[in-house]
């Protein structure tokens, strides 16, 4: 029996059977169960204090790694100023200006970022940096630079008073920057929410709101010595004559955007709340009925303007009030340019007798809109305008966006190649090209395009360029049967040789006379055109290029230019430039 409970007790054999033990094995057995229970007591006790034990090294293992860390060893003010980087706000909007275009560049459609749903998107950042330890909570409440910037969210009911006047106090006599975004217009107590930062307004350095706030125009006006930026909608009623916020001093950038300004077609630059006379960057976007000239009254009321957009521009309504005649202007340093024009027509003439001298960045758009055709109204060409703006004001551009944004339904803008061979003859210092939904005579662009060999009496178009864009929405995979879709001019694979041709010779171009083997990084300046270092991008055909025509592309992109060859965007991606 004895040698049958070893067995058992050191998991060798199987009891199956009923046991049973006489008195002394008995005695036995309970006698090694109260030991075995004693001794798993003793050495749960030992384990727990051998666990307390790595739990206290571990701890002191953390502080001293604490001390030893690198970034102990910089001052306060260090890490003051490595905070203030780390939380800087990026712009909820900002005005097209010049750069190098790539495909994911800055747009000038609005478009209000509202916070997501967790802990880490709606608070900011520099008060998740005071959860990390003392030391960094005692920097960020002392550190008034970093609450200068305040940037509320009100979806359902206004933040706490007291919380905002104590944010305030603590960025001390800074310059603070406001930015609230209202998710409805219904909410309780907003306009007096608003008269809470009224107290520092001497302080505000800029202000953006995307709710009109008709208490700001209508009482009494505030002082605001250091207000540089503005981005806000107007009223559409105000109480008091419009003029309640002129004395601004310090504005340089002015944004307005609205959508019921038709109680005001001909509101006129002095019934403007705010002074135009220092502006240098303005953006204006409401849609006026019937008065597209008052975009043009407002920007030449800037003298000192250098980048401008005008978006939404709407249709003359010709059958009530004439296209007018608009006197000379001059904006002198006016080197950005956007017109986002929105109709059937387009309302190009508001560029007549305007002389822009140091114009370096023109981007166009034209959103056109089936809604506004009218019997008889032709689609105006764009292209013949900037011509005569050019000859009118001898500029040299950069960068040159044309960007229709017309449906399948609608007709091909009217502007042709040879109109825009035209105008890149006048502009042979262009270095960025973007081309979207223009639906031009691709093959004949790229031939227009193409570098000849230096014994060729042509001179070359746009010799320094150095980025290519070219592309247009997909033809509608299930097109509407009641309406006409136009032809896209997908060409066919035959012609896709001119687009490889085309890009070969301007990444690859042809010397000048007497210049054969000249290498290094003086290359560029001994050939007849630019290299398209910045990339060339396709994206113009629901198809896919030629094997053979992909094959020379990438071999292009082998040797380093940036290529981008893809079918055509799909229907509705709307793309703003």
Same mark, same amino acid.
């Given at each position: ?364 758009? %034209?959103?056109? @809109? !089936? ?6 109204? $032709?689609? /105006?060409?764009? #292209?013949?305008? =900037?011509?005569? +703006? ?12 044309? %960007?229709?944004? @017309? !449906? ?6 009217? $502007?042709? /190649?040879?109109? #825009?061979?035209? =105008?890149?003859? +006048? ?24 570098? $000849? ?125």
């Amino acid at each position: 029996m004895n040698s049958l409970l070893d067995e058992y007790i050191s998991g060798r054999r199987r009891v199956e059977e009923p046991i049973v033990l006489p008195l002394p094995t008995s005695e036995s057995l309970r006698s090694i169960l109260e030991n075995e229970e004693k001794r798993i007591l003793e050495l749960s006790t030992l384990v727990d204090k051998l666990l307390q034990e790595i739990d206290e090294r571990k701890k002191t293992v953390t502080l001293v790694a604490n001390v030893l860390s690198p970034i102990r060893r910089l001052p306060p003010e260090i890490l003051a100023e490595i905070f203030e980087n780390y939380v800087e706000p990026e712009n909820f909007y900002e005005v097209y200006t010049e750069g190098k275009g790539d495909d994911n560049a800055k747009r000038p459609a609005r478009r209000w970022r509202y916070p997501t749903e967790g802990l880490y998107n709606i608070l900011p950042r520099f008060l998740l940096l005071s959860q990390i330890c003392v030391q960094w909570r005692n920097i960020v409440q002392l550190t008034p630079q970093l609450w200068t910037q305040i940037d509320l969210f009100v979806k359902k009911s206004l933040p706490d008073k007291q919380l905002i006047h104590e944010w305030l106090q603590r960025s001390c006599s800074l310059s603070i920057d406001i930015k609230i975004i209202f998710e409805r217009d219904d909410i309780p107590g907003r306009y007096e929410f608003f008269n809470w930062f009224i107290p520092y307004s001497e302080r505000w350095r800029s202000l953006s709101l995307n709710r009109p706030l008709v208490s700001m125009f209508n009482g009494p006006p505030p002082s605001l010595p250091n207000l540089q930026r503005v981005i806000m909608p107007l009223p559409s009623r105000l109480e008091r004559p419009r003029t309640v916020l002129r004395d601004v001093p310090q504005l340089t950038h002015l944004e307005i955007f609205s959508d019921d300004w038709k109680n005001y077609p001909n509101t006129s630059p002095l019934d403007f709340p705010f002074s135009l006379s220092n502006i240098t960057v303005l953006c204006l976007q409401y849609l006026i009925l019937g008065a597209p000239g008052c975009f043009r009254r407002f920007m030449c009321a800037c003298p000192l303007l250098e980048t401008c957009q005008l978006l939404d521009i709407p249709d003359f309504l010709q059958d009530f009030i004439p296209i007018p005649s608009f006197p000379p202007a001059r904006l002198p340093y006016l080197k950005n340019l956007t017109l986002r024009f929105k109709g059937y027509r387009s309302s190009p003439e508001i560029l007549n007798n305007l002389c822009l001298p140091e114009l370096g960045c023109l981007v166009l758009q %034209q959103e056109y @809109s !089936e809604l506004s055709r009218k019997e008889n109204l $032709d689609q /105006v060409a764009f #292209l013949p305008f =900037f011509v005569s +703006l050019q000859e009118r004001s001898g500029f040299q551009l950069r960068r040159f966006v044309l %960007q229709p944004i @017309s !449906e399948s339904f609608m007709p091909a803008p009217p $502007d042709t /190649v040879d109109d #825009l061979v035209d =105008f890149l003859k +006048l502009n042979p210092t262009l270095e960025l090209l973007d081309l979207e939904d223009c639906r031009f005579d691709i093959p004949l662009l790229c031939r227009k395009l193409k570098v $000849d060999s230096p014994s060729s009496t042509l001179e070359p178009l746009v010799p320094n360029l150095i980025r290519l864009r070219i592309a247009q929405r997909k033809r509608e995979k299930y097109p509407n049967p009641n309406t006409t879709e136009f032809d896209y001019r997908e060409y066919s694979p035959d012609t896709d040789s001119d687009i490889a041709e085309m890009v070969l010779s301007r990444w690859n171009p042809p010397q000048r006379p007497g210049q054969d083997g000249v290498n290094g990084d003086t290359a560029n300046q001994n050939t007849l055109v630019q290299r398209l270092k910045d990339g060339f991008t396709f994206r113009a055909y629901s198809r896919e290029l030629s094997p053979d025509v992909l094959s020379r592309l990438e071999n292009c992109k082998a040797e380093g230019m940036p290529l981008c060859v893809t079918t055509g965007k799909d229907y509705h991606d709307y793309e703003y430039y």
